[in-house]
C-alpha cells in the first residue's frame, strides 16, 4: 500500500516515524510544509524538513524534539557576541552544517527537492521526503504588533502577539512539484498529520494546486486530529484557535478539512466528538488512540490508519 503523509512540526515528524516503521521505503512519500523557511545568518533554514529528516534518522534531540541530539552551540556563541541579528534562533553547530551544505547546493542551481532527496540519502532516510513547493513560501502572521514572518512570532516572541490573520499570498503564487503530485495521485491513503492545521497544514493546502491534486487523489484521505482533550500535545494551536476566534474543538477543526478528507480521526478518548464533528460536516468520524510519543505508538496508528484504507480497498466503504 502507498502512503503519502503531509507532515509539519513534530506531530508531523512522529506520524512520518510510525509510517517509516512499517511502510516500504519506496511505498512511502512524506510532503512537508516550508511556510516556517526562513534565512539566518546568510543560511536557508527550514525547520518541518530539518524535523522529519532528524526524526526518521534518529538523529533528532529527544528532549526538544527537533534539533540534533547533544548538539553544541559554540558557533551560535560567538554570533552572538558579534551581535548578530537573528541570534534569538536556536541553531547548533551540526544543524548549521546542514544548512552551510543546502544553502551552497540551492545557490549552485538546485531545487529544494533535489537538496532534500541529497540530504535524506546521506542521513540514511529512502523514503521520499518532499517539500510541498521548490519556491519560498513564507506563513506571515498579522498581529496587533504588526507583520511577522512565522519564526518570528513563534520562536522570538514565543508566539505571544495575538494573532488577526495568517497571510499565504506567496504561496498562492507558488505551486506544488511535480513529485509531490505524482506521490498524491499514487497514494492508496493519503494522510494529514496530527500536525497544527493552521501553522503547518493550512500554509500547504495554500500552495498553488495542493487543493486540486488532493481533491484528485484517488486513495483515502485521512486527517488526524493534533487535540485529545480539547488540549494540544504540542505548540500554541489552542492559543491560536482562540486568537482567530475559530473556537478550539475537533468540531471546530473538522471544518477545515471537509471539502476534501473522507476520514477525521479523533482520539479515543474524545469519542464523544465522534457525534459533534459527524453532526457539524459531512465526514465520516472514527476515534482511535492518536497520542504517539514515541515510534511504537506512532506504527501502530499507522497500522490502524492502513487498516482503514484497506477496508475502503476490499469493501469500497471508508470504513
Known amino acids: 500500500m502507498k502512503v503519502a503523509v503531509l507532515a509539519g512540526g513534530v506531530?508531523?515528524?512522529?506520524?512520518?516515524?510510525?509510517?517509516a516503521g512499517i511502510v516500504p521505503p519506496d511505498d512511502l512519500s512524506i510532503i512537508v510544509n516550508v511556510g516556517d523557511d526562513d534565512r539566518f545568518h546568510g543560511l536557508y533554514v527550514c525547520p518541518d524538513l530539518d524535523t522529519v529528516l532528524y526524526t526518521l534518522s534518529g538523529v533528532v534531540d529527544p528532549t526538544q524534539s527537533w534539533g540534533v541530539a547533544d548538539d553544541?552551540?559554540?558557533?551560535?556563541?560567538?554570533?552572538?557576541?558579534?551581535d548578530s541579528p537573528g541570534v534569538w534562533?536556536?541553531?547548533?553547530?551540526?544543524?548549521l552544517g546542514l544548512h552551510?551544505?543546502?544553502?551552497?547546493?540551492?545557490a549552485q542551481g538546485a531545487s529544494l527537492t533535489d537538496v532534500s532527496e541529497e540530504l535524506s540519502h546521506r542521513f540514511g532516510v529512502h523514503c521520499a521526503l518532499l517539500p510541498v513547493s521548490d519556491e519560498e513560501c513564507p506563513t506571515i502572521v498579522e498581529t496587533a504588533a504588526g507583520l511577522l514572518r512565522f519564526q518570528e512570532w513563534f520562536v522570538r516572541d514565543r508566539a505571544g502577539p495575538a494573532v488577526k490573520k495568517l497571510r499565504f499570498q506567496a504561496a498562492h503564487r507558488a505551486q506544488i512539484t511535480d513529485r509531490v503530485r505524482v506521490a498524491l495521485r499514487g497514494a492508496d491513503i493519503v494522510v494529514l498529520a496530527p500536525s497544527n492545521p493552521y501553522l503547518s497544514i493550512l500554509p500547504m493546502l495554500e500552495v498553488g494546486g495542493m487543493r486540486e491534486a488532493l481533491h484528485q487523489a484517488p486513495g483515502l484521505k485521512v486527517a488526524v486530529s493534533p487535540l485529545i482533550g480539547g488540549r494540544a500535545i504540542k505548540g500554541p494551536l489552542v492559543k491560536l484557535m482562540n486568537d482567530l476566534g475559530v473556537g478550539s474543538s475537533n468540531s471546530d477543526i473538522a471544518p477545515t478539512y471537509s471539502n476534501f478528507v473522507d476520514?477525521?480521526?479523533?482520539?479515543e478518548g474524545d469519542s464523544r466528538d465522534v457525534a459533534n464533528v459527524s453532526h457539524r460536516c459531512a465526514l465520516r468520524v472514527t476515534a482511535m488512540p492518536t497520542l504517539i510519543p514515541d515510534a511504537a505508538r506512532a506504527e501502530?496508528?499507522?497500522r490502524r490508519l492502513i487498516e482503514l484504507a484497506s477496508m475502503r480497498t476490499t469493501t469500497g466503504d471508508a470504513g
Open 72 to 82: 553544541g552551540t559554540r558557533a551560535l556563541e560567538v554570533l552572538r557576541k558579534l
Open 89 to 95: 534562533m536556536k541553531l547548533g553547530d551540526a544543524d
Open 300 to 302: 501502530h496508528l499507522a
Open 11 to 19: 506531530g508531523g515528524a512522529r506520524m512520518a516515524l510510525g509510517f
Open 100 to 106: 552551510l551544505y543546502r544553502t551552497s547546493r540551492l
Open 263 to 267: 476520514v477525521f480521526v479523533v482520539d
